[in-house]
């Protein structure tokens, strides 16, 4: 039997070994694990970047799964992106907020997978609510906006998972992911526990800026796009109103409108918030109704692609201002 190749076998064979050249050169060069001086860490959405950024330093390489300018919640991943998950050294995601996360973690994630929620219990998803002593009437926070927000409340057990958004909470999440490191790369761990110690003090300095800020305000309302910012009204004794529930939906219904612009009224307020990765045309409709202004209150899932330069603490800050003049603190 004749044991040379033919043509069309050599062809074949070509073929193949070029396509696995491609793939590694593109793995030695893009994937985690390629550079063996830093951990490789895979970040699931903006504040865990950050925060991974700011505790690993230069020990660290952070891959941020959602792209900026995405909304992260419907995050869907590309095989490139499972492929990140699978061999990345640490994944920091938070459980119920990407379903498409949870899922590659589940699958690929091993005990390589840090989930910030497990840092601190998360707040349900009505305490961070509007309540008070018109309880009961519709158009209050704590009850999802419709029948598909409440299946999303549902599947993640019905928590809240905003947490970043309370400045004392992520410098927690800062030192639970220091020790994380610490574990994953023993020598470096000093460096990583002085670094979450820094971004602690600031932390707790923006903590003390909003906390003064918010201290005497003419309103304590905030009509919302979505219901995003539980744990900062929970903490700064502020009230959310959201046009939709804790996941960003286009197009609430015109029941939910005339109830967020009946509540917009009653509260007395200047200002309808919208955000800066989702459509302010809801926002507009109802600030055009009941006469008041728009302005942006950013629940920091991901930088906007304008705002490239800024970073959590100049977005927090940029969120105080609007909140003191829309609730006229002094
Ligand atoms: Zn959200
Ligand atoms: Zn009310």
Not at 34 to 61: I, K, N
Not at 293 to 306: F, H, M, N, Q, R
Request: with cysteine; proline share 6%; aromatic share 4%.
């Amino acid at each position: 039997m004749n044991s040379r190749p033919t043509p069309r076998v050599l062809a074949a064979t070509t073929t193949a070994l070029l396509a696995l050249a491609g793939v590694t050169a593109c793995s030695s060069d893009d994937v985690a694990g390629a550079d063996p001086q830093r951990v490789d860490v895979v970040a699931a959405f903006y504040p865990l970047q950050f925060v991974a950024e700011r505790v690993g330093g230069d020990a660290v390489r952070v891959t941020n799964l959602a792209k900026p300018g995405a909304e992260p919640h419907d995050l869907e991943l590309n095989p490139g992106q499972v492929g990140q998950v699978s061999e990345a050294e640490l994944i920091v995601y938070l459980k119920g907020f990407q379903p498409a996360v949870d899922e590659a973690v589940e699958q690929n994630g091993g005990d390589r997978a840090f989930d910030v929620a497990t840092v601190q219990p998360l707040l349900d998803a009505a305490a961070g609510g509007h309540d008070h002593d018109h309880e009961g009437e519709p158009g209050h926070s704590e009850e999802p906006a419709n029948a598909e927000e409440k299946e999303h409340a549902d599947e993640g057990g019905g928590k809240d998972p905003h947490v970043w958004l309370d400045p004392t909470r992520l410098a927690t999440i800062g030192d639970k992911l220091a020790e994380r490191l610490g574990t994953a790369d023993p020598d470096r761990a000093a460096d990583y526990a002085s670094r979450a110690k820094a971004l602690r003090t600031e932390l707790e300095q923006l903590d003390g800026e909003y906390t003064a800020g918010l201290k005497t305000c003419q309103r304590r309302e905030i009509v919302v796009s979505h219901t995003a910012f539980g744990y900062l009204t929970g903490r700064y004794q502020l009230e959310q109103i959201g046009i939709s529930g804790l996941t960003p939906e286009n197009e609430p219904s015109p029941q939910r409108l005339a109830e967020v612009a009946e509540e917009a009224r009653e509260h007395r307020a200047t200002t309808i918030f919208f955000e800066t990765l989702v459509s302010p045309k809801v926002a507009e409709t109802i600030a055009r109704e009941v006469g008041a202004k728009t302005a942006v209150l950013d629940p920091i899932e991901g930088l906007s692609a304008e705002n490239s330069s800024g970073d959590y603490f100049s977005v927090m800050r940029s969120n105080l201002e609007s909140l003191r003049t829309a609730l006229s603190c002094s």
